[in-house]
């Protein structure tokens, strides 16, 4: 009997977590992109960002993929502190959707809607629909697992202990609230949690009473995440995490001397169990978020000031020229794109610049910030694009018509320079992980290569901000130089190897790093030539 108990219980709680997991994976995948577009764009004052995480959280069916999302986007000034805070409280509220889900007793259906969804994702050909059908499996598997796990605690009700452990989490609630919390921070989920507390109320082994400091605790526990998270990120991101924490934790601190009454109103809104429990989830963070909105701003004030440090600039890698009413006069739009497309190659400037000086000092340090620089200039490109394409529909000269195509190209190459950098930036971490030697002269040859890319990229710059053709026919002859010093570089690289004097392994990190470098060569190029043909 034991057996089978603890059999079914961890069988039960392994597929209810697996279900969770897999239906957040299933939607994550059809809407991930999506959902991060739309957290960034349509993110404005703090009441649109609680309904905008409310909204991104119940369709990705996590809080915590929510905040990680959001203190990604804040380590990499995509938003700002009181922004974020928004976000992050709508966040609680859009996870509470998962306990209402399973409020509904769907345990009879789990099989058939298991088995939808492996037909869907036997026979969709898109791939949208096939992560549709990844959803439905993980939604089916977690109300079959809910069934298991029901079913065999049923028992556990006739052992005194297991019985007095509820009792006891009704008399002492911060017992009960320090428990889900650990078990939450340990599985990195509220739903989970919530299931769990909800799977016990169907067994009859809990009541609303025991329930309600548990929900709470799950409330604290799921902050793990954020926490996490924000290792390593910068100091408007570490705040966005604390929020997370403070939110939830002051919530509980509000709501604990007055779980009687909070008893009394949530027994009213069902004569389910189940239901009660879900509602008191929902409840609890949609009141809490009530009473914090008005509040934002001094919050965001009084987390700058328990955590203290240097703030980046805000927004840094958002546009700062591409003001909609400068559509209205093409030739000043134009410069403004010009002058963005400038900062988005000074951006990637950066990230190379990092990556190769990690090579040569191996000091992985810094490398952490070229993913989030991409992530910028990915975003640029893309808001300079929409720009460009916009003011392409307003009458223009013929003058200005023949510039836009040739600043689209230009956006284009300067986003795949960041692209190379990414790929210098896991050499480096190759080559530092596995402590490859490399010898001086191949340093020295690495160095030299990196510097004329740098002066080319200088050169490329003053070519665009001036539209000068003298700078950009001498990226022309810089990039000739390039390709010359590639070729040198391969055949100083075979006598080493054929002199024993160059590791195999190394050798292909140095191919790959002129490569790479050689390649940043061409799309500088690139940009020179939309100087000379299309900017004049």
Known sequence: MTKEIIFGIVGGLGLFIYGIWQMSEGLHKASGQKMRNFLHNLTGGPKRGVIVGAVVTSLVQSSSATTVMVVGFVNAGLMTLVQALGVIFGANIGTTVTAQLIAFKLTDYALPVIGLGMLTMFLAKK????????????????????????????????????????????????????????????????????????????????????ALPLILGCNIGTCATALIASIGTNITAKRASAAHILFNL???????????LFHSLIIRTSASLPRQIANAHTFFNVINTVIFIPFIPLFAKLLN???????????????????????????????????????????????????????????????DQIGRREEAVDSLREAITNYLVELMQRELSAADSKKIPSLLHAINDVERIGDHAENLRDLAEQKIDNQMPFSNIAIEELNKMYQDIDSMIECSVKA???TDIDDAKMVFEQECRINNMRNELKANHTRRLEQGKCKVLSGIIFLDLISNLEKIGDHLNNVAQAVIEGLQ
């Open 127 to 210: 791939k949208s629909h096939k992560y549709i059908g990844e959803f439905l499996m993980g939604f089916g598997i977690l109300f079959l697992g809910l069934s298991i796990l029901t079913s065999v605690v049923k028992p556990l009700g006739q052992i005194p202990a297991f019985s007095n452990l509820f009792v006891t989490f009704s008399t002492n609630p911060l017992l009960a609230i320090l428990a889900a919390a650990v078990v939450t921070a340990i599985v990195q989920s509220s739903s989970v949690t919530t299931g769990m507390v909800l799977s016990l109320s169907m067994a009859n082994l809990i009541d609303l009473r025991a």
């Open 250 to 260: 002051a919530g509980v601190l509000i709501f604990l001397p007055f779980l009687n």
């Open 305 to 367: 000031k328990l955590i203290k440090g240097e703030e980046e600039e805000e927004m840094e890698y958002l546009p700062k020229y591409l003001e909609r009413h400068l559509l209205n006069t093409p030739a000043i739009a134009i410069e403004a794109a010009i002058k963005e497309i400038i900062r988005t190659l000074s951006l990637t400037q950066k990230m190379v610049g990092i990556a190769i000086k990690s090579f040569l000092t191996d000091d992985k340090r810094s490398l």
């Open 464 to 466: 665009l901000s001036k």
